[in-house]
């Protein structure tokens, strides 16, 4: 079991600088909030010197909960760390009063990279997400949106499934999709749209399983897993660390980087700094990556996998980076301004968003004040 002063003394291992001397991107980061929290943005240069992470990639998740505020928040983010963020968007489904026949989502994606955006986020393959969609992720809504992300080869972060354990605990609700299912829709999308730029978020929930997930990566060169944790996904692997070395050796090329932190998170401990609990998570996953210890992480027995620097390379940063670029796209903060102002519309108009007025006000203001947001004096 990790107790509190594990967590202290890992996270300080990396803080006092004692992992290899690697430049590391993180792949897979989140500004989750139900309204625009600036102050989470403004959060985001101590936790990235916290984490000893170069830059991050913002994923936003407005398919899930009503956020319609991700993509502004992620914007701002790109605007105030404009050399350090990238950003992948999330296309919305469900806005008030506005028929599923009628939603674009392509031309959602496509308005996204014009503003700006490095990517596309989906959250939709979430079975909690999924089920109340109410339509399959192979299903025709989706066809244009597929194709347009394909031949603009536009990186897509998709989320599909969850761990094992969900499907038999009974934390899935009736008319939620099984994980086989969830897989076979995936099949068929990427069996129709060979040349989609996928990064599967959480390792596609197949660490328990390497031989699949080696099927899975043979069988579509264009796709990646990404190392964001999962309560269960570290154990996976370090039941048989010869076996997962071997794996990560070979797929080396195919594997990302990245940590599901949030600008939020300030519960490490109680008195603990706000930086320790994203710093625990980087702390866990390089200890895991660059060391053959036994230590504990996330309430299990952990063993590292020892991997060379040239794959190290790879995975903190030079894999991600096949997909994005060398650096971010700069934000057209013209347009950014208009989405602000569209979001803003809808606060206005309906009662179940009238909560983000205050902050999107906030996010315009801000959007449009050059000097406060270099300063980041918010």
């Not at 990235?48 to 956020?67: E, N, Y």
């Amino acid at each position: 079991m990790t107790r509190i002063g594990d967590r202290l003394e890992l996270a300080e291992r990396l803080i006092q600088g004692d992992f290899l001397d690697q430049p590391v991107v993180d792949g897979h980061f989140h500004l989750h909030s139900e309204v625009i929290r600036t102050d989470f943005v403004a959060n985001l240069g101590e936790i990235m010197r916290a984490c000893k992470v170069v830059s991050i990639a913002i994923a936003c998740c407005t398919a899930a909960h009503g956020r319609l505020g991700d993509n502004l928040m992620a914007a701002l983010a790109k605007a105030a760390y404009p050399a350090e963020v990238y950003t992948f968007g999330g296309v919305a489904h469900h806005l008030p009063a506005v028929p599923e026949e009628c939603i674009d989502l392509a031309g959602q994606a496509r308005k996204l990279t014009q503003i700006g955006f490095d990517g596309i986020k989906m959250i939709e393959g979430k079975p909690s997400v999924r089920g109340p969609l109410g339509y399959p992720l192979d299903a025709p809504l989706y066809d244009e949106f597929y194709a347009y992300l394909a031949s603009e080869r536009i990186p897509l972060i998709w989320h599909v499934g969850d761990p094992v354990h969900f499907w038999s605990s009974g934390r899935l609700d009736a008319g939620m999709p099984g994980r086989e299912e969830l897989y076979g829709e995936v099949d068929h999308v990427l069996d129709r749209f060979p040349e989609l730029r996928v990064v599967f978020a959480h390792f596609y929930f197949m660490a328990d399983d390497l031989e699949r997930a080696a099927q899975f990566l043979d069988r579509h060169p264009s796709v990646s897993f990404d190392l964001t944790p999962h309560p269960d996904m570290y154990a996976d692997f370090s039941r048989d660390p010869d076996k997962a070395r071997e794996f990560f050796l070979t797929y080396q090329d195919r594997i990302i980087f990245g940590t599901d932190n949030h600008g939020e998170d300030r519960n490490f401990a109680p008195g603990a700094p706000l930086e320790y609990w994203p710093v625990y998570k980087v702390a866990v996953m390089r200890a895991f990556l660059e060391t053959d210890d036994d230590f504990p992480g996330w309430h299990h027995a952990l063993r590292g996998i020892a991997l060379e620097q040239k794959a190290l390379a790879k995975i903190y940063r030079e894999n991600l980076k096949r997909y994005v670029a060398e650096t971010p796209k700069p934000l057209n903060a013209d347009l950014a301004v208009e989405e602000g102002e569209r979001i803003l519309a809808l606060a206005r108009r309906y009662a179940i968003v009238h909560r983000m007025l205050p902050e999107v006000r906030r996010f315009l203001d801000l959007l449009q004040s050059p000097r406060r947001l270099r300063d980041r004096s918010w």
